[in-house]
């Protein structure tokens, strides 16, 4: 019985391993694909959150929707009141964009040195949630039906008049893994959509670089890091650009300023803060930490 009982734990921990690394396999592969069409998707440029340190009217609102006694959020599927009506001039048909104002929970816990600084220097997150056309209009109130989602709408949702945004179209131009410094502006990574701290192809990361600082819709940035540096905040063994422990030395204690830069990837500014950046990660090499730098192309 005994036996039996730890062949099973035995082929349960095989089995684990080998769905970790499968994961880990199809994850390299997934993260080495460039983004294979030539303009962002609706989603990546209508659901990318913008940070700004300037404050967005929330004078226009989303009140609930129907079935509100026992309903928390509202989705594609119901119908939405706001507090916009005939008397504000909305007309059947009009479109607005929601958004909401968000703060990470985690805040306390940084990734590294300057994330919460930099974080105050940006500016206040604003989510993306979805977009609104209008059904049917009253007086004071409208009833409208979500046309693009986000993520679920709570009360008090700010509404904005809907303004379609550019986008930006992909350069052809190949990720060059040695590429020397631009001598363009530098910022850093300062987290991920969803508050996030990890990022590949595909993902949006907020940079602390905006258009007070000449920052354009459609630029480019190049993310990458120095080895050796000791910014990051979670446990690190020092030293080890140049040293491992029972693994070689080198006779020369290098730091990270005298050692190649690393290229990671490189990604498209889709909306911009007056200090503050939201970047398409477009082409990795390797997996991008909140804390590695960037340069604009």
Same mark, same amino acid.
């Given at each position: ?10 082929? *349960? &921990? ?24 030539? $303009? ?11 940070? $700004? ?5 929330? +004078?226009?609102?989303?009140?609930? =929707? +129907? ?5 928390? $959020?509202? =989705? ?15 007309? #059947? ?51 409208? @039906?979500?046309?693009?989602?986000? !993520? ?5 949702? *700010? ?7 550019? #986008? ?21 990574? #300062?987290?991920?959509?969803?508050? $996030? ?30 080895? !050796?540096?000791?910014? +990051? ?12 422990? =029972? ?7 290098? @730091? ?8 990671? &990837?490189? &990604? ?18 390797? @997996? ?5 730098? #960037?340069?604009? @192309?």
């Amino acid at each position: 019985m005994r036996m039996k009982s730890s062949y099973r734990i035995l082929v *349960i &921990g095989l089995n684990v391993a080998l769905c970790s690394l499968a994961s880990i396999g199809s994850g390299r592969a997934q993260q080495a694909q460039p983004y294979v069409s030539t $303009t962002p998707t609706e989603a990546d440029v209508y659901c990318s959150d913008v940070i $700004t340190n300037q404050p967005v009217p929330t +004078e226009s609102y989303v009140i609930s =929707g +129907e079935n509100s006694r026992y309903k928390t $959020t509202f =989705g594609p599927d119901d119908e939405i009141f706001i507090n916009r009506g005939a008397e504000n001039r909305v007309k #059947v048909g009009d479109e607005f964009e929601v958004v909401r104002a968000i703060t990470d929970y985690m805040a306390s816990t940084v990734w590294f040195k300057y994330q919460a600084m930099l974080s105050r220097a940006m500016g206040t997150r604003y989510a993306d949630i979805g977009r609104l056309r209008v059904r049917h209009v009253d007086a004071k109130t409208s009833t409208a @039906e979500m046309s693009l989602a986000c !993520g679920p709408i709570q009360r008090g949702d *700010i509404i904005r008049p809907f303004v379609a945004r550019p #986008v930006p179209q992909f350069h052809q131009t190949k990720l060059d893994p040695f590429a020397p410094p631009s001598g363009k502006k530098t910022a850093m990574v #300062v987290n991920g959509k969803d508050y $996030t701290v990890l990022g590949g192809a595909g993902h949006i990361v907020y940079i602390n670089l905006g258009s007070a600082q000449g920052v354009r819709i459609g630029d480019y940035f190049r993310v990458f890091r120095y080895q !050796g540096t000791h910014l +990051e905040t979670n446990y690190q063994v020092r030293d080890t650009a140049y040293k491992a422990y =029972g693994f070689g030395s080198t006779p020369v204690a290098y @730091e990270w300023n005298n050692l190649p830069r690393q290229i990671l &990837g490189e &990604g498209i500014v889709l909306r911009m803060g007056p200090n503050s950046s939201t970047v398409l990660l477009t082409d990795i090499r390797f @997996e991008i930490f909140a804390g590695d730098y #960037v340069e604009l @192309e």
